[in-house]
Every structure is written in C-alpha cells, then in structure tokens.
C-alpha cells in the first residue's frame, strides 16, 4: 500500500477516535478538529519518517498528541480559552424515554467528573484505552512507556474513578 491508502485506512478507521483525543487534550471541539486535521496532514507530509513495521496508528496518535501539546503551550491558546465539556455525547434515540435520558447524562457526567479528577498519567492512560480505541501494547508506543507500567495506571484508574462515583452516589442518596 501507498502513503496515500494507509492514511486513508487511518482516516476511515479511526478518525474519530483521534478526535476524541484531541478533544480530551485542547477541550473545544472545532480547536479539536484542527489539531486531527492538521496531524493528519503532518503524518502525510512526513509518510517517508515513518518506519515499516511499526504500528501506523500509534504513530499517527503520538503525532496528534505532539501537536495538541504544542497547541496548549502556544501564545494562541493562552488568548482563547472557552471551556466546552464534550467528551462523551449521549445518544439521543427517538424510542427512549426522556427520564432514561436524562439519568444517562447524569451518568456520564459523574464519569466526566471523575475522569477530570484523575491525575494527568492516569488521565491520558484511561483516555487512550477507552476512548481513543488504542490497545495497551499501541499505547505503550504512543506514550513511550511499559506496558506494565500502563496497566497499572489503568487500574489505579479505574479503582479511583470507581470510589469517586461510588463517593457521589451515596452523596445523592
């Protein structure tokens, strides 16, 4: 396959999970639409960089993170700074009851919570597995740490979102 099939593999395949990552990075979705596009860009100018046998995905992920890092250190990011809270969308079916929607968004707002709550390692771990589709094994390239290391984090993750959900629960009981 030709630069140009591998990237668009990467596009159809995994474009939005990309998205989501940049999302959780720079936290506007057109801002983070941006950094995918011009990641995307950036892997296609650089295609010849990249070493076969490596894992495409991971490359193209560590790429976009690179450059979302770039993008909040920049003199640009300190002059925008609106907040919009769009990591998990509920989908909205036309056959569910609006009680049942509405407590699907409570949950999944508690997991925002949580998620934002979780130190920056554990955040970018638990983000990368579950929302960017990344394996822990892809992960390890992308972030250039041990496997054992990463499932670690994501334990301690989850045990920590766990209590944390568990915590506002008994809260609102």
Known sequence: M?????LNEIVENHYGALLRTARCYVKEQMTAEDMVQEALLKAYERFDLFKK???LKAWVFR???NHCKDYLRSYTKRNVTPWEDQWLHCQEDEE?????IIVEKEEYGQIHEAIDH???DYHKAVYLYYFGDLSVKQMSHVLHLNENTLKTRMKRARDHISGE???LAAAHS
Do not use: A, V
Request: aromatic share 0%; glycine share 4%.
């Open 2 to 6: 030709n630069r140009e099939q591998h």
């Open 53 to 55: 046998g490596n894992n």
């Open 63 to 65: 790429i976009m993170i």
């Open 96 to 100: 569910s009851n609006p009680l049942d």
């Open 118 to 120: 979780l130190k920056p």
């Open 165 to 167: 959900i568990k915590e």
